[in-house]
């Protein structure tokens, strides 16, 4: 039997200790020749005449076939010696503890093979250390390690001839041993990076140097990766977001990305197309050694293979869904859904159902496992993820360690990260762990199963599988659908309940922070008219409804500039760049161009995200690069009357103080979705967040492990801004004028929409901002209070929003889409956020939140905020209809990204740039750094 190659993370000091979660961790068994079973498998299928629809039908070496009959052989525990020219720093020779090593060399799970080009780089440098190096125990006063990482990106498949040679199994994470791809088990096209979905893992330890080298081999595509939870302190250029941060990768060139990780779960995607969901991603986790994570008496084991990532997935490429269709397959919801890159799927029109192999997750009875949840969906729909007969203990989300509380389920959105604890207590046996996709999802009835299995027992659970409509009971839930987050409930936890498990700086939590900015966010529809004109190309998205839309914020969709801010920003033409208060004066209401804030350096910022979108069952998420933010309120607006949240409702809430908040160590999070019909200042969809339930736990609820900034909890913010989005649907006439090309989005229905946040649809700039800023025309950019002058109500340019350096800033979401069952995820780069409040008007004759409705309940002080502990977040669900309020202070400057994370409103604008300080505040650009930008010489005559 042929071994395998083991990572392990572990706490406990003694040798027996090690090698028994060894021997329990890799009890799964592989058969005595993969490649023989893979094979006679492989020759069957292709003659079986029930194979249809590139559907597996049976597979010996996969699941049914595969033969279990005892443990696996220990690993052996003697580290490997590299060659003496290598020179590479082995566990061993560093730390003291054994590294987990295949001594056959004939074996496809060798430890590495030095004539490939992806160790070249470890050959040549003896002071890198390979990934599996890294991916250890963390222990105080160890020397930090640069840690290398090769990515190949190429164009792929599942089920290719690959999967004659071998199947992938749990070792196939940090370091690629096979190159069979499984998905569900039905064939097509992929990306890859190293032949793996999910990509490799990168895992390291806190202040450990990661160094990636990502090689472009798609034909005819540009690149980049963003690292999604990584702060990027002092390394602002490798952000990964095209023209913002660095110029795209081009086919054939490779990028060399470097950075140190704050501590964390975190993971990578591509930040460019929707490469993302045809299987560009891979988990990124930072550890830390026990004594600094506040949570770590918990448990016992932080495992390698303990990582679960959760993406959607399609039986087509992405780019067939967009910008839409209008009769077969449309929408962008996905078919199936994918655990660790593992699942099973049955074809609606034949019944016939795949047997590739499910996830198995194992365990030691007794024992308690931290488990690391990575939500890497794509589209609009929430993730709820349920383990059969087993707890689960919140102990962080988005990389930020929360006070410790106890669900059955946890509702997740796009770019959100949970870490959690299971206790083995339960009779020896295996358990199911059911995925289902809500929301719009849950029309195809969309899920996935894993199995959690305890050491020497059985393989199959005992129950039956669970379904969609019978499944396994949700209990407790963390990030209730209905974001009624204002109140302690018996049921469920939303975001904002949660209190960071570290002190929070005071000035976060000032009254005032030193900028507010409400970003309202919505679609907007094209008539047909108006986007199809002859010479007129506006980008769209055609939604389910079969509306032709495309995305604002603050009335502005996103382009994206000609050459990247950081770098080129001189490059850009100033007129390039927009805001709310600043729009193009050409801008229409589908005003596109480069949406940027400016921040002042180290000011304290607050965000309101007003969801205008208010569709039900629809929360945007929104992540923002570079931080995490404190989530000091979420909901919808208390005034029952209002029935539609807007920019207006949300400003005069503000105003009244009726804008829930909260400042008891609030959580911190860099992704948080927004309540749809409701307002962020920052999860769950029922956005009543304000007071306490039993039924929910809402992400405002959460209560930071870490002490909160005191100047984050200060009762003004320097700076307060209100996000509103929506979408604004194209009449037909309006979106097809002849010479006009607006983008757009169709979708289920028939709509033609773009997304708006503060009534702008972003558009990205030529190039990156950070490093070629006054290569942008500034003219490019826009946001709420300066949109072009000849914006309309799909206005497109750069929503940039500016920031002064250090500032306490508040930023409240308001979802205007006020879609049902639609909660839309925020992510910021570069920073992680406190979320103060969440939830819905509580005016309840507000029936859809507005920006003028969450500025009236801010006003009266009724938008709900919590300052105890307020969760920290880089990612949030703003409820539907709903608000999420969220802090963070802008001490890390640079051009950050703030979008919401589902994959096609992205594409459609729903994005814009936080702005933190000037250029001069910026390191140096580094030496050699890539340019870019337009290429429009004069005309010769002559």
Known sequence: MPTTTACFIWRKENLVGILRAAVHEYSNKVTDDQSTAAQTWWNSHITNPLATHGLVQSHPALSGGITRTGPSRILNSTPRTPPASSGLRTPGSSGGFPSFVNPNPKSPF???????????????????????????????????????YHFTLEYYTVLGAACQVCTPNA???????????????????????????????????????????????????????????????????????????????????????????????????????????????????????????????LYDFDLTTHVMLLSDWLHEDAAERYPGRLAVNTGQDPESMLINGKGQFRDPNTGFMTNTPLEVFTMTPGRRYRFRMINSFSSVCPAQITIEGHQLTVIATDGEPVHPVNVNTIISFSGERYDFVITADQPVGAYWIQLRGLGECGIKRSQQLGILRYARGPYQPASPAPTYDVGIPQGVVMNPLDAQCNMKRDDAICVNQLKNARPVDPALLQEKPDVKIFLPFRFYLYRPEELFQPNTYNRFLVAPTGDHVISLIDEISYLSPP????????????????????????????????????????????????????????????????????????GRSPDTTIKKINLKHALDLDRRGLLHRQYDLPPLKDTIAVPNNGYVVMNPLDAVCDRKRADAVCVSNLKNAKKTDEEILAERPDIKIFLPFRFYFYRVEELFRPQTYNKFLAVIGGDHLISLVDEISYVSPPAPIISQYDDIDPNQFCNGDNRPSDCGPNCMCTHKVDIPLNAI???????????????????????????????????????????????????????????????????????????????????????????????????????????VGTQSDLPPVPPNFPTCGHHLPPIKHH
């Open 110 to 148: 060798r430890h590495l093979d030095f004539s490939s080009s992806a160790t070249a780089e470890l050959r040549r440098n003896p002071n890198l250390s390979a990934p599996d190096e890294c991916a250890r125990a963390c222990r105080e006063g160890e020397p930090p390690r640069i840690c290398y």
């Open 171 to 297: 070792t196939n994470t940090v370091w690629s041993h096979c190159q069979c791809v499984l998905a569900d088990g039905v064939e097509r096209g992929i990306l890859t990076a190293n032949r793996m979905i999910p990509g490799p893992s990168i895992q390291v330890c806190e202040n450990d140097r990661v160094v990636i080298d990502v090689e472009n081999h798609m034909e005819g595509m540009e690149v980049t990766i963003h690292w999604h939870g990584i702060h990027q302190r002092g390394t602002q250029y490798y952000d990964g977001v095209p023209f913002v941060t660095q110029c795209p990768i081009q086919q054939g060139n490779t990028f060399r990305y470097q950075w140190i990780g704050n501590a964390g779960t975190h993971f990578w995607h591509a930040h460019t197309g929707l490469q993302k969901l045809d299987g560009l991603h891979g988990s990124i986790v930072v550890r830390q050694p026990p004594s600094r994570d506040p949570n770590s008496h």
């Open 563 to 634: 050459t990247p801010l950081l770098s080129q920003y001189d490059d850009i033409n100033p007129e390039q760049f927009c805001n709310g208060d600043n729009r193009p004066a050409t801008c229409g209401a589908n005003c596109m161009c480069t949406h940027k804030v400016d921040i002042p350096l180290n000011a304290i910022v607050e965000v309101v995200l007003v969801d205008e979108v208010q569709q039900p069952n629809l929360s945007h998420p929104f992540h923002l690069h570079g931080y995490g933010y404190n989530v000091i309120g979420i």
């Open 809 to 915: 800033v508040e930023v409240v979401l308001v979802d205007e889409v006020q879609q049902d069952n639609l909660s839309h995820p925020f992510h910021l780069h570069g920073y992680a956020f406190n979320v103060v409040g969440m939830g819905r008007s509580p005016d309840t004759t507000i029936k859809k939140i507005s920006l003028k409705h969450a500025l009236e309940l801010d006003r009266r002080g009724l938008l709900n905020r919590q300052f105890k502990g307020p969760p920290l977040k880089d990612t949030i669900a703003v409820p539907n209809n709903g608000y999420v309020v969220l802090r963070f202070k802008a001490n890390n400057p640079g051009a950050w990204l703030f979008h919401c994370h589902f994959l096609f409103h992205v594409a459609i604008g729903m994005n814009l740039i936080i702005h």
